[in-house]
């Protein structure tokens, strides 16, 4: 009867409660859009998981509908500054305008990220911290408004716990990786051991591989040595190990395995005093909704909650009863009775009998509670399929056992090709059903059995980071970067597999364009090296050839002496000469070196490299330069004659200066002229027409506007779209490499923040329009 009376109080007490529960949830402050959440490491690694799991917890207390920003670092699997760099830019973009009240990190690199970006980012918004290691006041100098919780693991808590349960204890085997967060823990542990010295002896197993381990670990060790694991995430052989392989060592190794964080108990782990991610992530939140409140200056959390805690199937495997196991620990896997289990239910049901009455009262508020529940569920199915339809990266799903596609995003469906009507139940392993090839970076085909899906399934093979190329039904080919998964049911069967890529075909591509820039820049230096041993004999011939002329000519008294000493009139020799058009011809000599001179000056000129100051410059000089720039280049060919090409300007054309580097927009014009040069070479015009180029130059407000039209074959609409992108081109192979307007394009829309625009219409000619700000110094 004490426990009805019990029961009746608190359910009066809840009946009170929740009229007001539910009025201050339907007024609670929202902090959706103030709070970005973000993670070191990647979606899905349990302890970033575990972390944002109490920040939501504790928000949501307050703000039931609470959802932040989150964004993830992926630090654990690409620790580079070129991937902080990218991401930076990519934040940039997608949070412009936008302010967060709070940034709330995990882990160290999320931290010093934001300390790094805090200005240019997230407009000097306070930061939480959580999980941080090795955290020292000099960490934050100089940065206000940041506070947080410190990620100090128990090591000595957990040594302790060892010697509790094995007092014989003679060797502590420790696992770490080679990384920041490792030699870390290294230094925690040999601080730890001090309090134990003479005990045990401390080994460490500096990055070792699981097979070491084992060795390390066998039998000969049982009731002697324990294995202390830290962070393992990648052995030295760079394979990687989710929840760092404790269920592979719990497995193979007999000694027990000890950990220091919670989200390794239940899969292997004997036991230890552990760090709580969801503690961790609650205390942030706590901290959290503290600034956003208006608190300032906050210290910092230098003692994080710890649980020692034990596994009870690991107990009973070394044979340790729970009667020795340190005070207040708590037990995982733990056999519960059916009395146990239903001893809450017992008085419960007793009480449910006598407030029959009231359920009818509680039944409005359950229907509210059950609507929200729906709409909760409405909202989260609607996010699932918004992320999976809305993904930048491809994902498929084929269910087991025939391998039949079951689901392709719409980026998959872009990057494969598929097809409605073959994507309706198409399975990996009949042929024909898959209408799209994929190919090893070397060309050669994969097998339908070698392919992602078909592997994740037969095999359970789990796939990472592959590159491949896929060709399309239409011929289209893409390069993707693709990783695969196995899917599980509760009882371990594979029922169906998962893979995720994305499109990195324009990453390819830019590297491909490093290769061919470095080319470029061997045969620019071959090019130079080349016009300055031309020069030598070219000074010779011009040279001897106006000697030439001179020694021939009448009126000096030296030609006259040397003439008549060899017996013949000067003027004699000279009618000789002139009748044999030698003077012409020498003539001719020296016009074709002076021409050839300045030919290679301009090389040279253009080639040299240069500052990038620019100077006040006349459009049409830079237009002139370029055009005796690919004269010069022509004439060395056989296939075109640009002396048939007419360059004018048109009447209107005005002749006005800007800032500008003269490099950078002669080998833009360059490359505009030279196509178009070699564009008209393939037409046949009518008889009285000749190909031309006009060129236009004219102000616009504050920009100059350069036009150059030519009249040849021109380009269709297709080949308008794609005339500037990188490695496009329309000439026959060897006759170009299709970077000229790209880099032309660059040039113009990066570095001086103008556009470049084509058009053109098939026999109509083509016109390209140059639009650049006048700019400064």
């Known amino acids: 009867m004490k426990a009805v009376a019990q029961a009746l109080a608190w359910l009066l007490v809840v ?5 007001a529960q539910v009025a201050r949830s339907e007024h609670a402050a929202a902090f959706s859009g103030k709070v970005l959440l973000l993670h070191s490491y990647h979606a899905g690694f349990p302890w970033t998981d575990e972390i944002q799991a109490g920040v939501l917890a504790e928000f949501r207390r307050q703000d039931p509908n609470f959802e932040p920003y989150v964004e993830f670092l992926d630090w654990k699997r690409f620790p580079s500054k070129e991937n902080l760099d990218t991401l930076a830019q990519a934040l940039a973009l997608k949070h412009a305008g936008r302010r967060f009240d709070v940034i709330i990190t995990s882990d160290n690199a999320a931290l010093l990220f934001a300390l790094n970006h805090r200005a240019d980012l997230f407009g000097d918004a306070p930061i939480v911290f959580c999980g941080l290691n090795g955290f020292t006041d000099a960490l934050i100098a100089g940065h206000g408004q940041v506070t947080g919780v410190t990620e100090e693991m128990d090591a000595e808590g957990s040594l302790k716990a060892a010697l509790t349960v094995f007092p014989d204890l003679k060797r502590v085997y420790c696992l770490l990786e080679d990384t920041e967060s490792g030699l870390a823990e290294r230094r925690e542990i040999v601080t730890a051991a001090r309090a134990f010295q003479g005990r045990f002896e401390v080994v460490f197993l500096d ?3 699981l097979e070491e381990t084992f060795r390390f670990c066998g039998p000969e060790q049982s009731g002697e040595a324990i294995l202390l694991l830290g962070s393992f995430g990648r052995d030295r052989a760079g394979r990687i190990y989710p929840d760092f392989a404790v269920d592979i060592l719990s497995a193979a190794c007999s000694v027990p395995v000890f950990v220091m964080w919670d989200f390794l108990m239940g899969k292997g782990a004997f036991g230890g005093s552990v760090l709580s991610g969801k503690l961790q992530g609650r205390e942030a939140g706590r901290l959290a909704l503290r600034v956003l409140s208006g608190e300032r200056d906050i210290p910092v959390t230098r003692t994080p909650p710890t ?9 009973r495997r070394f044979g340790v009863p729970t009667s020795v196991l340190p005070r207040d620990s708590l037990l995982v896997n733990e056999p519960v009775s059916l009395l146990d289990r239903h001893r809450q239910a017992i008085p419960v049901v007793v009480a449910s009998m006598a407030i029959m009455a009231g359920a009818i009262v509680a039944l409005s508020f359950s229907v509210l509670a059950r609507r929200r529940a729906e709409r909760n569920l409405e909202r989260a199915q609607a996010m699932l399929s918004a992320i999976i339809d809305q993904s930048p990266a491809g994902i498929m799903v084929a269910e087991a056992p025939d391998v039949t596609l079951a689901m392709a995003n719409p980026e998959a469906v872009r990057i494969m090709g598929i097809r409605s009507e073959a994507g309706q139940n198409a399975s990996y392993l009949r042929e024909g059903d898959i209408d799209w090839i994929c190919r090893r ?15 994740t399934i037969v095999d359970g093979a789990e796939i990472d980071n592959v590159e ?3 060709t399309r039904h239409d011929g289209l080919e893409s390069w993707i970067l693709l990783s695969g998964r196995p899917i599980r049911n509760r009882h371990g069967e594979i029922i169906a597999g998962m893979v995720v890529f994305s499109d990195i075909s324009a990453r390819k591509r830019m590297e491909d364009m490093v290769i061919q820039s470095e080319k470029m820049v061997s045969l620019g230096g071959l090019a130079a090296g080349m016009a ?9 011939i011009v040279h001897s050839a106006q000697n030439a002329l001179r020694r021939i000519s009448p009126g000096l008294p030296a030609n006259e ?46 080639s040299r490299p240069r500052g990038t100051q620019r100077a006040p410059l006349r459009v049409r000089a830079l237009l002139d330069k370029a055009v005796e720039l690919a004269q010069s280049d022509w004439d060395l060919k056989k296939d075109y004659d640009i002396k048939k090409v007419r360059f004018t300007y048109d009447d209107s054309a005005q002749d006005p200066s800007g800032h500008f580097v003269e490099t950078e927009l002669v080998q833009v014009f360059l490359n505009i002229v030279k196509n178009a040069c070699q564009a008209m070479a393939s037409k046949r015009y009518p008889e009285g027409q000749e190909p ?3 060129f236009d130059v004219r102000v616009d407000g504050e920009d100059i506007v350069a036009e150059i039209r030519d009249n040849g074959p021109g380009m269709d609409e297709k080949t308008c779209r794609r005339v500037m992108e990188p490695f496009f081109t329309t000439k026959k192979v060897g006759e170009g490499t299709g970077l000229g307007l790209s880099v032309s394009y660059f040039i113009v829309t990066n570095s001086y923040g103008g556009a470049l625009d084509v058009c053109s219409e098939p026999g109509e000619g083509t016109t390209f329009t140059v639009r650049l700000p006048r700019g400064r110094a």
């Open 15 to 19: 009946l009170c409660c929740l009229p």
């Open 207 to 209: 990055n070792a591989s």
């Open 307 to 315: 649980l020692t805690m034990f596994d009870h199937d690991q107990l």
């Open 441 to 455: 970076p070397d060309g050669e085909p994969y097998k339908t059995s070698e392919l992602a899906l078909p592997r």
């Open 468 to 470: 491949m190329r896929v």
């Open 532 to 540: 300055h041993e031309i020069n030598n004999p070219l000074g010779i």
């Open 561 to 606: 002496a040397a003439a008549a000493q060899a017996g013949v009139a000067l003027t004699a020799v000279h009618a000789y000469l002139e009748a044999r058009h030698i003077p012409s011809y020498l003539a001719d000599i020296v016009d074709a070196g002076h021409r050839a001179a300045r030919i290679v000056r301009s090389m040279l000129n253009f």
């Open 692 to 694: 031309e180029v006009r």
